[in-house]
């Protein structure tokens, strides 16, 4: 009678370590196949200040249409002396829309920079317990 109860442990064992080895290295584990990341700098247009950038913004309706519906915020940072740093998680087809999202709405408040990204947590944590080996 235990062995069916085995038998399945066994077999959720190997279904566990065939989903470990099938995520690519950067693919974050759980994350919908087919997404990408994207880290997109906002860079503060010095030559403004906070106020009149603010005032630009709202003008331009960024937080209105910035993130498209559907499209993740991963992490939106302010750097001091730099600006904004958001990086998106959202279906690789939607590029476009974030795009388009983000052009008629920052330029002349802030300097755009994109930067397609993937996650590497894993792979350094894995290289610091192998006591620096490079990673994939």
Not at 28 to 44: D, F, N, Q, S, Y
Not at 69 to 96: C, D, I, K
Request: hydrophobic share 40%.
């Amino acid at each position: 009678m235990r062995l069916p109860a085995i038998a399945a442990a066994a077999l959720l064992a190997l279904s566990s370590a065939a989903q470990a080895k099938t995520t690519p290295p950067g693919v974050t584990p759980g994350a919908p196949t087919g997404t990408m990341l994207l880290t997109i700098v906002l860079r503060h247009d010095q030559s403004k200040p906070l106020p009149e950038i603010n005032a630009e913004l709202k003008k331009n309706g960024f937080y209105e249409r910035f993130p498209p519906a559907g499209v993740e915020v991963v992490s939106w940072y302010v750097m001091m002396g730099l600006g904004q740093v958001v990086t998106l998680r959202f279906p690789a087809e939607r590029l476009r829309d974030v795009n388009s999202a983000i052009e008629p709405t920052t330029w002349g408040g802030y300097r755009t920079e994109f930067c397609p990204t993937y996650d590497y947590r894993k792979l350094a944590q894995e290289a610091k317990v192998n006591a620096g080996a490079v990673p994939r």
